[in-house]
């Protein structure tokens, strides 16, 4: 059965100059809760399946050392702990999934382990946890680290990190749990254990001190894109984040990723790809253009050079004034940055060829904003991209929009390119579907990102002033607020 899934990403709407732009954070700043909760209504309408947070934990200070131009331009800050957020909105919603970011490098796993799982009852059992090995300077200086953990060593410290969450959340089996009133039994002892964990990164004696959550455990989910990180991701991963470099690099990508699953003796099959996506999506193709436009300026260009510096780990006020792409990710390897980051950031470079310092800003300019890899069109066109695209991949897996601004008009865009594909998507044979499977260590518990079928969802709200086209039966979204509870069809 083929599954298509479709989730947003909300880590950047505030960032990078695109809280500024028309229409996004029109009627407040970050970080008002209300912006969050309209978007989480309108995605549950639209039946997207899932709304994400990536997270960083320090100022980017790589640009000459200091984090004044990340202060004053708003890069990569500020930024919150989304997990209250998370809760919040599920109680906003009934069936969308949340997807939250933590770093295995900085983080303790008795603590994060106890924390999904709390979040994992709090959203009724809708989250996944996207686990990170963390390459930026800054944040490792908040967790005590004068020098970032070489590459290979991040990893190992991840597969050993999710092993001791495994075990915790295992530690509690399903049935454990009794709330007997009569004799007053809590629990049954011979159901709870101890993991008496000893590894190289991490001791933990166990059990997690929690009962069992609605999924067992969360949905995880991996964005290794090394050699090494496509190691990790396929011993534990139930699903994979890539970003889009085009559909050849993507195909090739699918295979990398089948064949390591394969070495670790999983089914590729169970396996879904969810390709980061810039989409600029207007009423019309040129509606569409003209925000495409208004996107590639709204990074300020004093602010592209500390920019660029944070994402690559490289200071771009030593960039030399001819270079190779080759011989500057070579020094960010030394350094234990990201070995990749700056080579996707500079794909559109021959790696071996001399390029001079005014080239490479004039081409990361467009690259700052996402403006270079943007897909733009009105909702069909969009559609259609997200079916080739789909199809082409293998049919595994699904889309993460990487949105260009928070606003409500946005959202509802989406959620009308997400219906078309699908619509279509079935009608050929494929199924919408929410990403589930079993966890044959456990007794058989549903896990998902989201879990609702097309049904019913879309109805005319019959207000003018509603900024989507087709509102769920409760009306506005204000409306089902003020009611205290989701304006959105249980589909």
């Given at each position: 059965?083929?599954?298509?899934?479709?989730?947003?990403?909300?880590?950047?709407?505030?960032?990078?100059?695109?809280?500024?732009?028309?229409?996004?954070?029109?009627?407040?700043?970050?970080?008002?809760?209300?912006?969050?909760?309209?978007?989480?209504?309108?995605?549950?309408?639209?039946?997207?399946?899932?709304?994400?947070?990536?997270?960083?934990?320090?100022?980017?200070?790589?640009?000459?050392?200091?984090?004044?131009?990340?202060?004053?331009?708003?890069?990569?800050?500020?930024?919150?702990?989304?997990?209250?957020?998370?809760?919040?909105?599920?109680?906003?919603?009934?069936?969308?999934?949340?997807?939250?970011?933590?770093?295995?490098?900085?983080?303790?796993?008795?603590?994060?382990?106890?924390?999904?799982?709390?979040?994992?009852?709090?959203?009724?059992?809708?989250?996944?946890?996207?686990?990170?090995?963390?390459?930026?300077?800054?944040?490792?200086?908040?967790?005590?680290?004068?020098?970032?953990?070489?590459?290979?060593?991040?990893?190992?410290?991840?597969?050993?990190?999710?092993?001791?969450?495994?075990?915790?959340?295992?530690?509690?089996?399903?049935?454990?749990?009794?709330?007997?009133?009569?004799?007053?039994?809590?629990?049954?002892?011979?159901?709870?254990?101890?993991?008496?964990?000893?590894?190289?990164?991490?001791?933990?004696?166990?059990?997690?001190?929690?009962?069992?959550?609605?999924?067992?455990?969360?949905?995880?989910?991996?964005?290794?894109?090394?050699?090494?990180?496509?190691?990790?991701?396929?011993?534990?991963?139930?699903?994979?984040?890539?970003?889009?470099?085009?559909?050849?690099?993507?195909?090739?990508?699918?295979?990398?990723?089948?064949?390591?699953?394969?070495?670790?003796?999983?089914?590729?099959?169970?396996?879904?790809?969810?390709?980061?996506?810039?989409?600029?999506?207007?009423?019309?193709?040129?509606?569409?253009?003209?925000?495409?436009?208004?996107?590639?300026?709204?990074?300020?260009?004093?602010?592209?050079?500390?920019?660029?510096?944070?994402?690559?780990?490289?200071?771009?006020?030593?960039?030399?004034?001819?270079?190779?792409?080759?011989?500057?990710?070579?020094?960010?390897?030394?350094?234990?940055?990201?070995?990749?980051?700056?080579?996707?950031?500079?794909?559109?470079?021959?790696?071996?060829?001399?390029?001079?310092?005014?080239?490479?800003?004039?081409?990361?300019?467009?690259?700052?904003?996402?403006?270079?890899?943007?897909?733009?069109?009105?909702?069909?066109?969009?559609?259609?991209?997200?079916?080739?695209?789909?199809?082409?991949?293998?049919?595994?897996?699904?889309?993460?929009?990487?949105?260009?601004?928070?606003?409500?008009?946005?959202a509802a865009r989406s959620a009308e390119c997400h219906r078309l594909s699908c619509a279509r998507i079935a009608a050929s044979g494929a199924v919408s579907d929410?990403?589930?499977?079993?966890?044959?260590?456990?007794?058989?518990?549903?896990?998902?990102?989201?879990?609702?079928?097309?049904?019913?969802?879309?109805?005319?709200?019959?207000?003018?002033?509603?900024?989507?086209?087709?509102?769920?039966?409760?009306?506005?979204?204000?409306?089902?607020?003020?009611?205290?509870?989701?304006?959105?069809?249980?589909?």
């Amino acid at each position: 059965m083929r599954k298509i899934h479709l989730g947003y990403d909300l880590s950047w709407t505030h960032l990078e100059g695109r809280w500024r732009m028309p229409g996004s954070w029109s009627h407040a700043t970050f970080p008002d809760m209300r912006i969050y909760r309209e978007i989480a209504q309108i995605a549950e309408r639209g039946l997207l399946d899932f709304l994400f947070f990536g997270d960083g934990n320090g100022i980017p200070s790589t640009y000459q050392g200091k984090r004044d131009g990340a202060v004053k331009w708003g890069l990569g800050w500020p930024r919150l702990d989304m997990s209250p957020y998370i809760a919040a909105m599920s109680q906003l919603t009934q069936h969308i999934g949340f997807g939250l970011t933590y770093s295995s490098t900085f983080m303790h796993p008795f603590y994060t382990a106890r924390l999904l799982n709390s979040l994992d009852h709090v959203t009724g059992g809708r989250l996944a946890f996207n686990v990170i090995a963390s390459s930026r300077r800054a944040d490792a200086a908040n967790y005590g680290f004068d020098e970032l953990m070489e590459h290979a060593r991040r990893y190992e410290r991840m597969e050993e990190f999710m092993d001791v969450c495994f075990k915790l959340w295992a530690s509690v089996e399903p049935d454990a749990m009794i709330w007997d009133r009569t004799t007053g039994q809590v629990a049954d002892p011979h159901k709870v254990h101890a993991i008496n964990h000893k590894g190289e990164f991490f001791s933990v004696a166990g059990p997690l001190a929690s009962p069992p959550s609605p999924q067992g455990r969360p949905v995880i989910v991996q964005a290794g894109v090394s050699p090494r990180g496509v190691e990790a991701a396929a011993k534990f991963t139930d699903m994979i984040f890539a970003s889009s470099p085009g559909l050849e690099k993507q195909v090739a990508h699918r295979k990398r990723i089948d064949d390591a699953l394969v070495l670790q003796g999983r089914d590729p099959a169970g396996i879904g790809i969810i390709w980061d996506v810039v989409l600029i999506v207007g009423e019309t193709e040129a509606e569409a253009k003209h925000r495409h436009k208004l996107l590639a300026n709204a990074l300020p260009p004093e602010a592209l050079p500390v920019y660029l510096s944070h994402h690559s780990g490289f200071d771009m006020s030593k960039l030399p004034a001819q270079f190779t792409v080759n011989e500057i990710n070579a020094e960010i390897v030394k350094s234990n940055a990201s070995p990749v980051g700056f080579l996707n950031m500079a794909q559109m470079f021959d790696p071996d060829q001399q390029i001079s310092r005014a080239e490479f800003f004039d081409a990361m300019a467009d690259h700052a904003t996402g403006a270079d890899h943007a897909v733009v069109g009105d909702a069909t066109q969009i559609a259609d991209y997200l079916e080739e695209t789909f199809v082409a991949t293998g049919e595994r897996g699904g889309f993460r929009r990487f949105h260009d601004r928070a606003s409500h008009r946005r959202a509802a865009r989406s959620a009308e390119c997400h219906r078309l594909s699908c619509a279509r998507i079935a009608a050929s044979g494929a199924v919408s579907d929410r990403v589930s499977r079993q966890n044959p260590a456990r007794k058989p518990q549903r896990r998902r990102i989201g879990s609702r079928h097309a049904k019913d969802a879309y109805r005319p709200c019959g207000r003018p002033e509603c900024y989507d086209h087709q509102c769920a039966p409760a009306g506005h979204i204000e409306q089902g607020a003020r009611q205290g509870g989701p304006a959105a069809a249980d589909g």
